[in-house]
C-alpha cells in the first residue's frame, strides 16, 4: 500500500494475485482494513491544504510529469495488467494509452477551471463566482480497467486540486500500485495519493463514516453502487457512480453490415466482453438478418482465444470462475427458451485458464436472461425487429442505460434513433466510443454523473459564489 508517500503493510497479511490465465500467483498485496483506510485519510486530508493551493499551472505541470513516466512504461504496466486481469497484451497496452490521455487531458484541464462574474441586481454590490476542490476524494474501482478506472478520476480530482484515497478491486491491484509508484516518481508530493488494497467492505465504510472524505467515486456493479449511495447519504458527500450496462447493438436494414460486423466484434468481444459498454443484445432487422447473422458468424469464427500474453490472441481468459458460471447459466437459459448457439458455445480449460469461446446465440428472445442481465462475458445474442418503432421501445425497455449502438449509412435515421435511445453514450456506426475528451456515464442504474472532458472535472469541484458589497 502507498500512504503518505511511504511503502507500508509489510507487517499485514497478505492476499495472492492470481493470473486468470495460468491460476498461478503473480503477486501479493497487503491485505488492510479500517486502520490503514483511516491513514490514508489522515493524509490526504492533512496534504489537502497545500495541494489545493498550488497554482493550477504547477499541478498541471506534475499531472504531465507523471503522464510522461506513464508512457515511457506503458508496456511494463501493460504485462503487469495482463498477468492480472487477463486481456490480450495488445489491449492492455492500448488501455494504459487510454488510461493516460486521462492525466494529459486533466494536466492541461486543471488550467481552464474558469469562474465568472454575475450582473449584480444592487448597485451596491458585485457578485464573483469561484470554482474550488470539494477535499478528500476516495476512488473505488473494479478489476475490468485496471489502469483508466483510476485515472478517469484521479486525473480529473489531482487537477481540480483534491487528494485521493483509492482502493483497486481485489483482483487487480499491482496496476494501481505501478502507477502510484510513478506518481511518487514523478514528484506529486506526499499524501496527495495513497493505494489501499485489503478489505472491500472495511476501506469502503471506513471512507463512508468519515466526514473528511467530502466525495464518492465509484465504478463498479449497480448493487454495489446502489449501496456505497446510501452510506454516502449519512455525511451527505458528493457521489459520482459509474455502473452496470446493457447495451442493445441496433442494425437497421440499410446499415452497412460489413461495418457492422466489424464493430460488433469490437464492441461485444474487447475484454472479453468483460466491459460495462460491450454490446449485450443484438436486434436485427428482419429484412437483413440472414445476412447479417452469416457474416458475424464468420468473423467470430476467425476469432482465437488464450493466455493474453501469447502472440494473436483476440480474447484471454474470463476473470474467475464465477464469471464463466453466469456466462453458462445465461447461455443455458438462452438455449432452454429457444435460442440456437450459431457459433462457440463451449467453457473451456487450458493451462489452468478457464476461457468461454466467443459464441452467437441465434432467435433470441426479450424473455431471456442474457437479454436484460448483464452477462459480462463472449456471448452475443441476436433478436430480430420488424420496425424503427418497436427496437427504440425494446431497446429502451432496461433499467441501464449506459451505451447503445445504431449502425444505419441513412444519417437522419441514426440521429434519429440515437435522440430516442435513453442512454448516456450512443455509438453511430462506431462500436467503441470512449476517448477521454467525452463525457462518459450513464442514466438510470448506470449511473451518477461523468467522466472526461470538461464536464468530468466539474465532478470534483465545489460552485462557490462571492457577493461583495463595495
Ligand atoms: N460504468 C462504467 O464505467 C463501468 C466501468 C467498469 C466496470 N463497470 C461495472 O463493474 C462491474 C464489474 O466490476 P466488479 O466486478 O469489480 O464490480 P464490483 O461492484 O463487484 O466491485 C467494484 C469495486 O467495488 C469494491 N467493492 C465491492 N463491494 C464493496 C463494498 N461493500 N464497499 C466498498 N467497496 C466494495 C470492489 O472491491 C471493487 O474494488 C460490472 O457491472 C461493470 O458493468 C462499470
Ligand atoms: O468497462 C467499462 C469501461 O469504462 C470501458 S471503456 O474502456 O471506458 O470503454
Redesign the pocket.
Known amino acids: 500500500m502507498y500512504i503518505d508517500g511511504q511503502w507500508q503493510g509489510e507487517e499485514l497479511t497478505h492476499i495472492e494475485v492470481i493470473n486468470p490465465a495460468t491460476k498461478q500467483v503473480v503477486g501479493t498485496v497487503p491485505n488492510g482494513g479500517k486502520n490503514e483506510a483511516k491513514q490514508a485519510v489522515d493524509a490526504a486530508h492533512a496534504a489537502f491544504a497545500s495541494w489545493s493551493t498550488l497554482t493550477a499551472q504547477e499541478r498541471g505541470r506534475l499531472l504531465a510529469v507523471w503522464h510522461r513516466l506513464i508512457e515511457e512504461n506503458k508496456e511494463d504496466i501493460g504485462k503487469i495488467m495482463t498477468m492480472e486481469q487477463g486481456k490480450p497484451l495488445k489491449e492492455a497496452i492500448g488501455e494504459v494509452g487510454y488510461a493516460n490521455g486521462f492525466i494529459s487531458w486533466y494536466a492541461e484541464e486543471a488550467k481552464r477551471i474558469y469562474g465568472e462574474t454575475i450582473p449584480a441586481s444592487h448597485a451596491n454590490k458585485r457578485i464573483f463566482v469561484q470554482k474550488q476542490p470539494v477535499g478528500v476524494v476516495a476512488a473505488?474501482?473494479?478489476?475490468?480497467?485496471p489502469a483508466a478506472?483510476i485515472t478517469r478520476k484521479v486525473g480529473p480530482a489531482l487537477a481540480a486540486g483534491c487528494t485521493a484515497v483509492i482502493?483497486?478491486?481485489?483482483e487487480t491491484p499491482l496496476t494501481a500500485l505501478k502507477l502510484a509508484e510513478l506518481a511518487e516518481e514523478a514528484g506529486i508530493p506526499a499524501g496527495v495519493v495513497n493505494v489501499i488494497t485489503g478489505n472491500?467492505?472495511e476501506?469502503?465504510?471506513t471512507w463512508l463514516e468519515d466526514e473528511r472524505v467530502r466525495k464518492i467515486t465509484?465504478?463498479?456493479?449497480?448493487?454495489?453502487g446502489k449501496?456505497?449511495m446510501k452510506g454516502a447519504a449519512e455525511t451527505v458527500k458528493k457521489v459520482s457512480l459509474?455502473?452496470?450496462?446493457h447495451a442493445p447493438f441496433i442494425v437497421m436494414e440499410d446499415a452497412d453490415l460489413d461495418k457492422a460486423v466489424e464493430h460488433l466484434i469490437g464492441s461485444k468481444f474487447r475484454n472479453s466482453g468483460q466491459?460495462?459498454i460491450c454490446t449485450n443484445r443484438v436486434y436485427v432487422q428482419v429484412s437483413i438478418l440472414e445476412t447479417f447473422s452469416e457474416k458475424f458468424k464468420a468473423a467470430v469464427a476467425d476469432l482465437t482465444t488464450g493466455n493474453g500474453l501469447e502472440e494473436n490472441v483476440d480474447l484471454g481468459p474470463l476473470i474467475n470462475d464465477q464469471a464463466i458460471g453466469k456466462v453458462q447459466n445465461h447461455l443455458d437459459d438462452a438455449t432452454t427458451k429457444g435460442g440456437e448457439v450459431l457459433v462457440g458455445g463451449n467453457s473451456f480449460v487450458k493451462n489452468e485458464g478457464q476461457y468461454f469461446e466467443p459464441t452467437i446465440i441465434s432467435g433470441a428472445s426479450d424473455d431471456m436472461l442474457c437479454m436484460n442481465e448483464?452477462t459480462?462475458g463472449p456471448v452475443a445474442p441476436i433478436a430480430s425487429f420488424q420496425t424503427e418503432e418497436e427496437v427504440i421501445q425494446r431497446a429502451n425497455n432496461s433499467p441501464f442505460g449506459?451505451a447503445a449502438y445504431v449502425f444505419s449509412e441513412n444519417i437522419g435515421k441514426a440521429v434519429r434513433v440515437s435522440e430516442e435511445l435513453e442512454y448516456g453514450i450512443v455509438g453511430v456506426n462506431d462500436g467503441l466510443p470512449s476517448v477521454p475528451q467525452a463525457p462518459?456515464g450513464?442514466m438510470k442504474e448506470?449511473?451518477l454523473g461523468r467522466e472526461g472532458g470538461h464536464h468530468g472535472i466539474g465532478e470534483y469541484l465545489e460552485v462557490k459564489y462571492i457577493s461583495l458589497g463595495i
Open positions: 473505488i474501482t473494479p478489476w475490468n480497467f478506472m482502493k483497486q478491486a481485489e472491500p467492505q476501506i469502503g465504510d465509484f465504478t463498479g456493479s449497480t448493487e454495489v449501496q456505497l459509474e455502473l452496470g450496462g466491459t460495462c448483464e459480462f449506459l462518459f450513464g448506470s449511473g
